[in-house]
């Protein structure tokens, strides 16, 4: 059994930073693909950024150059370092784990990944 709990969400104005933190438990090592998932209110949940066990990393394109995703080797605690948050990056972020192989465009779809997190708020204000 799986269990992944986030934290280190917050509110912050916009250009600021916050580095969110996955904690997994269970059988992690398992996880081929561990990504970063949001949902604003009133929208659909989006991949924002993956990393599979190769530690080839994939991001959505409103998040590349600001956000960095980082898995430890034992796929314990999975990091999102984003910098220049912008008032559209406020949601719910959620972490994930799939145990399947992953091709590229499959990494920031919801539907291959069985494990979720409660997810951590942030909020960002202009």
């Known amino acids: 059994q799986v269990q992944l709990v986030e934290s280190g969400g917050g509110s912050v104005q916009a250009g600021g930073s916050l580095r969110l933190s996955c904690s997994g438990s269970g059988y992690t090592y398992n996880s081929r693909c561990m990504a970063w998932f949001r949902q604003a209110p009133g929208k659909e949940r989006e991949g924002v950024a993956a990393?599979?066990?190769?530690?080839?990393?994939t991001y959505a394109d409103s998040v590349k150059g600001r956000f960095t995703i980082s898995p430890d080797n034992d796929k314990s605690t999975l990091l999102l370092q984003m910098n220049d948050l912008k008032p559209e990056d406020t949601a719910m972020y959620y972490c994930?784990?799939?145990?399947?192989?992953?091709?590229?465009?499959?990494?920031?779809?919801?539907?291959?990944?069985?494990?979720w997190g409660q997810g951590t708020q942030v909020t960002v204000s202009s």
């Open positions: 990393v599979d066990e190769r530690f080839r990393r």
């Open positions: 994930a784990a799939s145990i399947i192989v992953l091709q590229p465009a499959s990494r920031l779809m919801q539907r291959p990944y069985n494990h």
